[in-house]
């Protein structure tokens, strides 16, 4: 859901990638700050101050938007940068988690579910990318640009619970939706 938004704001993000570029040249670093925000966030909601965990969410989304749209600007577009942005999301995801977790805003065995369904919508795709080159399309409404805004607008509420409560439902419903298609899928494609 958010792809699509972001395919829409094609040219006011590179205008916006234009302008980061000229603060801080290297997208990696933009991917690095991200994950710095992440870091914090999840340090914040291990001392219990989700309101304050939720706005550093909004800076970490801020520097996942603004590292690709300075790469794209650039046209410093790479595998390494493509890497290195996807294994710091998902390093991002489990600190939030783990902050949440110690900072006991959540029963321990929702953080754990709500985590795991996270990495497994983000690899299945990671996987079907890996196996076929072409990528069928799904509601795919559980992407993580979604799940870190929800956590982060209820988080403002104080609602962290609830929260991840609505990001594992988004997960299990994207995971399953994806299983099949994906299966579906590759299940047609000759090896």
């Not at 706005?55 to 940068?81: E, K």
């Not at 890497?83 to 754990?112: K, Q, T």
């Not at 509420?157 to 594992?168: E, K, P, S």
Request: hydrophobic share 55%; net charge positive; glycine share 8%.
């Amino acid at each position: 859901m958010m792809d699509r938004l972001r395919v829409r704001l094609d040219s006011v993000l590179e205008e916006l990638g234009r302008s980061a570029a000229r603060l801080m040249p290297n997208p990696s670093h933009w991917t690095i700050l991200g994950f710095m925000f992440s870091v914090a966030a999840g340090f914040i909601y291990s001392i219990d101050m989700p309101v304050v965990g939720g706005v550093m969410l909004f800076f970490s989304g801020a520097m996942d938007i603004l590292d690709g749209a300075v790469a794209r600007s650039m046209a410093r577009v790479s595998r390494a940068g493509a890497f290195l942005d996807s294994v710091m999301d998902r390093a991002s995801e489990v600190a939030v988690f783990a902050g949440i977790a110690f900072g006991g805003l959540a029963e321990a065995w929702i953080v754990v579910l709500t985590l795991a369904l996270s990495m497994l919508v983000s690899y299945s795709r990671a996987r079907l990318e890996g196996l076929s080159p072409r990528r069928p399309k799904g509601l795919e409404m559980g992407e993580r640009a979604e799940r870190i805004l929800v956590l982060a607008i209820l988080s403002l509420v104080g609602q962290v619970r609830l929260a991840l409560l609505v990001v594992l439902a988004i997960a299990i419903e994207t995971f399953m939706e994806r299983a099949i298609i994906y299966y579906r899928s590759l299940a047609t494609t000759r090896t």
